[in-house]
């Protein structure tokens, strides 16, 4: 499969805290994105990191990539309880350049 | 539109009948995609409209599974002989060429259940 894993798949902390998700994935990559997803319906684009950056910053979002290790972080701090949804990365294949690949998700839960 | 647009937002049908699911995509985006989410699962990659170009179909899990893009807009998922394994939520999305940066917009999904 050329699908990413992202990891933990669940994740529970308190408001306030930070929250970091990782993803690792299979392919030489273009960009990768972070996407966020509510109750199981569309994904909202939260974030690209191209191949040859290895920080972004986005508000409260910090990402980072390693392509030498194929792994990308999300960093969330100062969670919220709207921060409570599924995140899954996605990567673009830099060989097909065709389809994005999506990772498995982990699924988020901020407690009030 | 603004957004991506799928229709119908939910489909109930019975297993062997066959199902048809609509995505309008933002205008002027050239590629789109399928997707396919079983409960608590990832997105399954299903088939890649880019343009004018071949449809990359290798996602499509069986010959139940079709899919076209009429004029390079509207994109139709038809699902024949539906079976119970094909409930799930499918997920459209357009961009523009991934090799522009483009990032994927997605529509809200038609949740599918077969009983």
């Known amino acids: 499969s050329q699908q990413g894993e992202e990891d933990p798949q669940a994740l529970s902390i308190q408001e306030g805290e930070n929250a970091t998700m990782n993803c690792s994935y299979k392919t030489s990559i273009n960009n990768l994105q972070w996407y966020r997803q509510n109750s199981g319906r569309g994904l909202v684009h939260l974030i690209l990191i191209r191949s040859n950056e290895r920080e972004k910053h986005s508000g409260r979002l910090r990402v980072t990539l390693d392509t030498s290790k194929k792994s990308s972080s999300l960093l969330i701090t100062a969670s919220r309880a709207a921060d409570t949804a599924s995140y899954f990365c996605a990567t673009a294949d830099s060989n097909t350049g065709n389809q994005f690949y999506f990772g498995t998700g982990t699924s988020l839960t901020v407690i009030p | 539109g603004a957004g991506v647009s799928q229709s119908p937002s939910n489909k109930v049908t019975e297993k062997g009948k066959d199902v048809e699911l609509r995505c309008d995509p933002i205008?002027?985006?050239?590629?789109l995609y399928w997707y396919r989410q079983s409960l608590g699962q990832g997105l399954e990659f299903l088939i890649y409209f880019q343009g004018n170009s071949a449809p990359d179909k290798s996602g499509l899990p069986s010959d139940r599974f079709s899919a076209e893009r009429t004029g390079g807009s509207v994109s139709t998922l038809t699902i024949q002989r539906t079976q119970q394994e094909d409930s799930a939520v499918y997920l459209c999305?357009?961009?523009?060429?991934?090799?522009?940066?483009?990032?994927?917009?997605f529509g809200q999904g038609t949740r599918l259940t077969v009983v």
């Open positions: 999305a357009s961009s523009l060429p991934l090799r522009d940066r483009g990032r994927a917009f």
């Open positions: 205008s002027g985006h050239t590629a």
